[in-house]
């Protein structure tokens, strides 16, 4: 099937900094989700973004959806310990309901 | 609290054996999914059903199968078809069917083979 590229696929970063990440696709998407997995759980869903240009914000996350569709971007402001984990992107698009997946970025926050 | 259970959380099975996995929601969710998660993969859709008594495959049905006898039940066998089961299962559910919208997971299932 089909999946999203996402990148980048590891992020080793230091507790305060900014971190982004992105997903991208050749084909036009109409439904953009993020999600966050911590060790050994399902994932949760973090923001949702329905429209092209929407930008959305859930306290320190922010994610937008790329005007041309065919993308989105997550950004997390100074991070913190308990942000480590793999933050997945999915999407629908117009010609198939199913949710297509990302293959994840892993968060690690260097000690 | 409403919820997806999964059960058990660990399994270990022997070459050649049928397990079935346990999924339970009492989110009155109409639709329920499974998924398959490998190290540093994406999820991939086993199976889904969007009413109780109807499934569909998804895109690595082959070893599996699943039953949906009741509206809060989605079981998942994992077959001695299924040449590497050794895997986390990870099981969905949600109230508007399978476009996206939100999905609620279950904590999730890792099999392994011994």
């Known amino acids: 099937g089909q999946q999203l590229n996402q990148s980048p696929q590891s992020m080793f970063i230091q507790e305060g900094e900014d971190v982004s990440m992105n997903c991208t696709s050749s084909s036009i998407f109409n439904t953009w989700l993020w999600y966050k997995q911590d060790p050994g759980e399902g994932p949760v869903l973090l923001i949702a973004l329905y429209k092209a240009g929407e930008l959305t914000s859930n306290g320190r996350l922010t994610a937008q959806f790329g005007i041309t569709r065919k993308d989105s971007f997550l950004n997390i402001s100074a991070s913190i310990p308990s942000d480590v984990g793999i933050y997945f992107c999915a999407g629908t698009m117009d010609s198939n309901y199913q949710l297509i997946w990302g293959a994840g970025t892993k968060l690690i926050i260097k000690p | 609290d409403g919820g997806i259970t999964q059960s058990p959380k660990y399994l270990f099975r022997k070459e050649g054996q049928n397990v079935t996995l346990s999924c339970e929601q009492n989110?009155?969710?109409?639709?329920m999914y499974w998924y398959r998660q490998d190290p540093g993969q994406g999820l991939r859709l086993i199976y889904y059903s969007q009413i109780v008594n109807d499934f569909q495959k998804g895109d690595i049905a082959e070893g599996y199968s699943v039953s949906r006898e009741k509206k809060e039940s989605f079981p998942l066998t994992v077959t001695s078809a299924q040449k590497n089961p050794t895997a986390f299962y990870l099981c969905?559910?949600?109230?508007?069917?399978?476009w996206g919208y939100g999905y609620t997971f279950g904590s999730g299932t890792r099999l392994t083979v011994v």
């Open positions: 969905a559910s949600s109230l508007d069917g399978p």
């Open positions: 989110l009155n969710h109409d639709a």
